[in-house]
């Protein structure tokens, strides 16, 4: 089993900036994928982006490209996504989770195994 537990969501301004983090514990992951994911109000949850613990491939959804980085620090067994430039339609629940069937960044959130309980972050105009 392994545990993920997030942190860093809040309230900003468009334009502004969040880091939020992810705490993994439990199972070791260094051989998988590690995901952030999205959920809005009335909508489905969606692939941010992903990152392989041990190597620097990344994949990230077009709506985020440029603005968001998904990097790790294997050492704190913690993933982060640096958010940029935010805009209000960033505003949902973001979640990580691990991926340990595939050794691909996969996009699908039924490919992944573990899951966070989710941090809030709402972008205002």
């Known amino acids: 089993q392994a545990q993920l537990v997030e942190s860093g969501g809040g309230l900003v301004q468009a334009g502004g900036s969040l880091r939020l983090s992810c705490a993994a514990s439990?199972?070791?992951?260094?051989?998988?994928?590690m995901g952030w994911f999205r959920q809005a109000p009335g909508k489905e949850r969606e692939f941010v982006a992903g990152?392989?613990?041990?190597?620097?491939?990344?994949d990230y959804a077009d709506s985020v490209k440029g603005r968001f980085t998904v990097s790790r620090d294997n050492a704190k067994n913690t993933v982060y996504l640096q958010m940029n430039s935010l805009k209000p339609e960033d505003t949902a629940v973001y979640s990580c989770?691990?991926?340990?069937?595939?050794?691909?960044?996969?996009?699908?959130?039924?490919?992944?195994?573990?899951w966070g309980q989710g941090t809030q972050v709402t972008v205002s105009s």
């Open positions: 990152i392989k613990w041990g190597s620097d491939s990344t």
């Open positions: 439990g199972r070791t992951l260094s051989r998988n994928v």
């Open positions: 989770a691990a991926q340990i069937r595939y050794l691909t960044i996969r996009r699908n959130p039924n490919d992944y195994d573990y």
